[in-house]
Structures are given as structure tokens and as C-alpha cells.
């Protein structure tokens, strides 16, 4: 029912920025929390940030004053604007989108952070 595309991956250097974005489509009435997971290899996926609709915010420790989560509830889009890159920031970047306590997931974008 709910489509969930990710763009702005890519490979930068570390210290440096890339802004992600997620749009959901489909039936996506009642879409509640938006958010963002990273995975890397032999890693589990773990939650980064995550953006209720009403502007509730909750981050990983690691990621704290680097990175800002934001949404646009119009365009049923939320963004992950990564500052200060480090090379442990490196991995798939998933963005999940609430429904009904129904997980919807995106095929991930890549961020390579080099040293």
C-alpha cells in the first residue's frame, strides 16, 4: 500500500555533508512516524533518527549534534541532513515509514564515508 523511495547517497569525504530524502507514496493516509536506519556490513540495522508527525525528534547518541531529521508532511517526505561525516557513518541508509504499526521499508541508499 505504501511506497518508500530513497535518494542522496553517495561518497564524500569525511568531515563532509550529504542530505538524504525519502518519499512514501501510495495510500499513505495515517502515515505516522518517519525515520532513518543504517546497516553496515556484519552490523545489525540500527536506528539513527526518527521524526513523529507533529515534529518529535529522537536520535542515536552517535549521530547528536551532527545530524538534523526534518519532514514535510505536504509532500509526505522526510529528509536526513548528515553533517560532519565520519568513516563509522558508512553503510546502507533505509528509510522506514510508520502506517498502523505497519512497517514500510525502501530499498536504502549508500553513504561511503573515506577517511
Known amino acids: 500500500q505504501v511506497q518508500v523511495v530513497e535518494s542522496g547517497g553517495g561518497l564524500v569525504q569525511a568531515g563532509g555533508s550529504l542530505r538524504l530524502s525519502c518519499a512514501a507514496s501510495?495510500?499513505?493516509?495515517?502515515?505516522?512516524?518517519m525515520g532513518w536506519y543504517r546497516q553496515a556490513p556484519g552490523k545489525q540495522r540500527e536506528l539513527v533518527a526518527s521524526i513523529t508527525r507533529d515534529g518529535s525528534t529522537n536520535y542515536t547518541e552517535s549521530v547528536k549534534g551532527r545530524f538534523t531529521i526534518s519532514r514535510d508532511n505536504s509532500k509526505n517526505t522526510v529528509y536526513l541532513q548528515m553533517n560532519s561525516l565520519k568513516p563509522t557513518d558508512t553503510g546502507v541508509y533505509y528509510c522506514?515509514?510508520?502506517?498502523?504499526?505497519?512497517?514500510?521499508w525502501g530499498k536504502g541508499t549508500l553513504v561511503t564515508v573515506s577517511s
Open positions: 501510495g495510500s499513505i493516509f495515517s502515515i505516522n512516524a
Open positions: 522506514n515509514v510508520e502506517k498502523f504499526s505497519i512497517p514500510y
